[in-house]
């Protein structure tokens, strides 16, 4: 069991961080949560929005669409999606995307997917779309030229390090084991972190002691990637998840299980890990990196403006007994005490495009 091989590392290896606990309880190759299974869906562990209506992602088909004609109909266009899950909101916006002459034959679809039990079932998803696609482990491996990066509840998942402030100074938060005959899951305050604390969002630097900060490395690195990339070809890349659009102190990593809440340490990799992403540092780190970034806008107003209802009303119209149903998912999508509130989504573009769609310039 992970949980064992866990045990076993810190006890001769002593504590580890957070990241390294959750690399492992989410992506051993083995028998890690994402690794393994498929945890999407309505009967399993957690569900996405794509999940919940072919609305979202035919909506975010007509924002590649309209994405793609804005950056003047490339062709090949890299349409590259990082965490594709089931494939489901790329089936969906692929389809939306064949009202718009010439996008489907220009289109070359890159997944980037760490999961292998996921890939078999994307392949089954995104068959029927008959679009070229190729899985590739690493962004910067994606074939060069113009592209457009899209990713829903991927940030989320990546490898996070917590820190906590004692008499002034950052010291990393780790995992240990506690004193029982089991050996449960503790955390334990480690060493001063260092040269590290430059990861520390730069608005809870001088945070009151006994704060707790998350340090977000892998978000950091994908938008640097987004950077490198973009400086060299046109690109836009849209990213959606869930946290606050300021970045806030505190212990935001969660364990979700069978649609329940349930404590991070307690059986690591029959859970998926997931902690807020600081939307003010990654937009932050965009800037820095010379990209143009747009939002964070929340999910609600998003879909709103992008036509959600009228296409539940046209949806609703063609199959009648599923009004009621629809008229739910439009609710779960964009209701404020639902999604539509604290998901949000921002935009990164290469420099001098246009506005994109569902975002405004200032
Ligand atoms: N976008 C999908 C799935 C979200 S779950 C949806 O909205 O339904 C997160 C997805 O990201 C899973 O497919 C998981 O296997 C993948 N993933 C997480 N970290 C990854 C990494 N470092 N590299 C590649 N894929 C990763």
Not at 11 to 37: H, N, R, W
Not at 204 to 215: G, Q
Not at 273 to 281: G, K, N, Q
Request: aromatic share 6%.
């Amino acid at each position: 069991m992970i949980a064992d091989r866990l045990r076993e590392r810190i006890a001769q290896g002593g504590p580890i961080s957070v990241a390294a606990f959750m690399t492992q309880a989410l992506f051993d190759p083995s028998e890690g949560f994402y690794a393994t299974k498929d945890p999407i869906g309505a009967g399993a562990d957690f569900i996405t929005a794509p999940e919940i209506s072919q609305m979202f992602g035919e909506l975010i088909g007509l924002w590649i669409a309209q994405s793609w004609l804005d950056m003047g109909k490339p062709d090949p266009l890299q349409l590259v999606e990082l965490g594709p899950g089931r494939g489901t909101m790329l089936a969906d916006a692929l389809r939306a995307c064949r009202a718009v002459p010439g996008l489907l034959p220009a289109i070359q679809v890159t997944l980037i997917e760490a999961s292998a039990a996921l890939k078999a079932v994307q392949a089954a998803t995104l068959g029927p779309s008959g679009a070229q696609i190729r899985w590739i482990d690493r962004l910067e491996n994606v074939p060069p030229g113009p592209s457009i990066i899209v990713g829903n509840e991927f940030l989320d998942c990546l490898p996070l390090r917590q820190a906590i402030r004692r008499d002034g100074r950052w010291h990393e938060r780790l995992i240990g084991l506690d004193n029982s005959d089991s050996g449960e899951f503790v955390f334990v305050l480690g060493p001063p972190l260092g040269p590290d604390e430059a990861l520390i969002p730069e608005r809870l630097r001088e945070a009151a002691d006994n704060s707790l900060v998350e340090l977000r490395p892998g978000d950091r690195q994908i938008v640097d990637l987004l950077s490198s990339r973009f400086a060299d070809h046109p690109g836009r890349a849209l990213l959606i998840d869930y946290g606050p659009a300021q970045s806030e102190p505190g212990d935001t990593l969660q364990a979700i299980r069978a649609h329940r809440k349930v404590p991070p340490l307690e059986q690591p990799g029959t859970a998926d890990l997931t902690a807020r992403v600081d939307f003010e540092s990654l937009t932050g780190c965009a800037r820095d990196g010379g990209l143009t970034a747009y939002g964070p806008v929340e999910q609600g107003p998003f879909l709103l403006g992008l036509g959600i209802e009228p296409r539940a009303a046209v949806l609703s119209q063609s199959k009648p007994g599923q009004r009621s149903v629809i008229a739910r998912q439009v609710w779960r999508l964009t209701d404020e005490q639902q999604m539509g509130s604290l998901f949000k989504l921002v935009c990164f573009d290469s420099p001098g495009l246009a506005t994109p769609p569902g975002f405004s310039a200032d």
